[in-house]
């Protein structure tokens, strides 16, 4: 299932852009657009070489039709690479063809209507719409408030959505963590286990073994009775892949702040 986002939803940076569909299945390419300069493009036209350039992972070409440019273009190639993990991602769900239903144009602002597709079932299909603004003689896929928000973190942008997005997924996954100790000590005779007997149980998802995919280090620190514990968890690369570092234990309180990468200590 495909959705747009609000300006609210920025942070979410793995999920979506602003104004940007993630795609799941295939659609039809008006035939003849490629190759088309942007200034030359319809706001069509924009749309559909704008998710083309992504699917085929030309992110900086992609984002120049965008209101993300100013972003893209200050980034350094060591911070474009650190997070072209995270462009793959998005290129991967757009497939190769998308089909565009309508278009309307007033003024400055145009609106795209593109089938969003629902599962595997065409017949559950919606209309979703995608904004553009116009940029002198061009269009750029996204709407004035988020070019706004974008221009004012400039080439921050990306990373700092990166972090908001990964801290929230980490309180996601400290959640997570407390359902399923909940779970296996019902099952265990009242006692707890660390995050590795989580993932050998298949409890919790591999990916917390290491840091590649939410740059954070996970850990659960049993008691020796094995009826209370401790988790924490602590930005991989402190103001790059996070910023604030997390506290939990097995009632639920879940504590968090800025400790410069540290973890934090137990509250008294």
């Known amino acids: 299932m495909f959705r747009l986002l609000d300006s609210k939803s920025l942070i979410r940076f793995r999920l979506a852009l602003a104004g940007i569909l993630f795609f799941g299945a295939a659609h039809v390419f008006p035939p003849g657009l490629a190759g088309q300069k942007n200034s030359a493009r319809s706001p069509s036209q924009t749309v559909i070489e704008f998710y083309k350039a992504m699917r085929e992972r030309r992110f900086r070409e ?122 296996y000590s019902q099952q265990h005779n009242g006692m707890f286990v660390d995050l590795p007997g989580l993932i050998s149980a298949g409890l919790m998802p591999q990916d917390l073994a290491g840091t590649d995919s939410t740059g954070y280090r996970f850990h659960i620190t049993v008691a020796k009775d094995g009826r209370t514990y401790v988790a924490g968890a602590e930005p991989a690369r402190y103001g790059r892949t996070g910023k604030l570092s997390f506290w939990m234990d097995q009632t639920g309180s879940i504590k968090s702040a800025d400790t410069g990468g540290n973890p934090i200590s137990a509250p008294k």
Not at 96 to 101: Q, Y
Not at 135 to 147: F, H, I, P, R, S
Not at 154 to 180: P, S, T
Request: no cysteine.
């Open 62 to 183: 992609a984002f120049a039709m965008s209101i993300y440019q100013p972003a893209i273009e200050g980034l350094s190639q060591g911070d474009f690479e650190d997070l072209q993990p995270d462009f793959d991602k998005m290129a991967a769900n757009i497939p190769e063809k998308i089909e565009i239903t309508g278009e309307q144009i007033t003024g400055n602002i145009a609106t795209v209507m593109v089938k969003v597709p629902h599962g595997d079932d065409p017949e559950k299909a919606t209309i979703e719409p995608v904004t553009l603004i116009r940029a002198g003689d061009a269009w750029l896929v996204g709407d004035e408030a988020n070019q706004a928000i974008v221009k004012r973190a400039g080439k921050r942008f990306f990373l700092d959505a990166r972090i908001e997005a990964h801290h929230g997924e980490v309180e996601e996954l400290l959640k997570r963590a407390l359902a399923v100790e909940v779970a």
